[in-house]
Each structure stands twice: as structure tokens, then as C-alpha cells.
Nanobody, 129 residues
């Protein structure tokens, strides 16, 4: 069983930067992939990026490429989402998620919620203009 706890959200100014962290507890498997999603008010939860725990390979949605970075710290069992050049459109609840870790999926599948077995409770990010 994996438990995920996000932190680092808050009220931010447009143009600023932000780092969200996701702390993992429980066993970590080599094929585990950590995803970040966000859900804006009145919208569906959407994929923003993911990282392979084993080698740090990352994927990003085209809409956030160049502004979002994902990294992992194996020593601390954390995954970080760095966002630069914040805009009000980044306002959302940000969730980290984890696959169960026993298999790999195609890249396109990692953008879908169904491959993730564990979810954090989310952290609110509000960006004011």
C-alpha cells in the first residue's frame, strides 16, 4: 500500500514560481510511475506530467511543457513538481498519483487516471493576477 501526501500549495502571484512536493510512504517498485494531475474549478482532472521512479524519465502534457518540471528524490521518497511563470490558469487542486508498480504502460496511458492506483488528497494552488 502506498500513501501520498502533497504539500507546497498556496496563494501565488502571476509570474512567480512554485514547487509542490509529494511524499510517498510504503514500498516503492522499480516500475512505479508517479503522475501529477490538476483539477480547476468546474473542470475535469487533467494530466500535467509523470516521472518514472527508476530512471527519472519524465512526460509532460504539451500545454505545460517548458514551465513544469518533475523530479524525484529517492533518498527522501519525494516527487517534486516545479512550476515557473505562473498564470491564473494554473489555479487548481494539484494531485500526485502512483501506479501500482508491477508493470509498465505506454506513454499515452500514463496521461489517463485509470492507470494510477494511489492518489494523494491534493493541494490547492491559487494564482492571482
Amino acid at each position: 500500500q502506498v500513501q501520498l501526501v502533497e504539500s507546497g500549495g498556496g496563494l501565488m502571484q502571476a509570474g512567480g514560481s512554485l514547487r509542490l512536493s509529494c511524499a510517498l510512504s510504503g514500498r516503492i517498485f522499480n516500475k512505479q510511475v508517479m503522475g501529477w494531475f490538476r483539477q480547476a474549478p468546474g473542470k475535469e482532472r487533467e494530466f500535467v506530467g509523470a516521472i518514472h521512479w527508476s530512471d527519472g524519465t519524465t512526460y509532460f502534457d504539451d500545454s505545460v511543457k517548458g514551465r513544469f518540471t518533475i523530479s524525484r528524490d529517492s533518498a527522501k521518497n519525494t516527487v517534486n513538481l516545479q512550476i515557473i511563470s505562473l498564470t491564473p490558469e494554473d489555479t487548481a487542486v494539484y494531485y500526485c498519483a502512483s501506479t501500482e508498480g508491477s508493470r509498465y504502460y505506454y506513454y499515452s496511458q500514463y496521461t489517463q487516471r485509470y492507470v494510477y492506483d494511489y492518489w494523494g488528497q491534493g493541494t490547492q494552488v491559487t494564482v492571482s493576477s
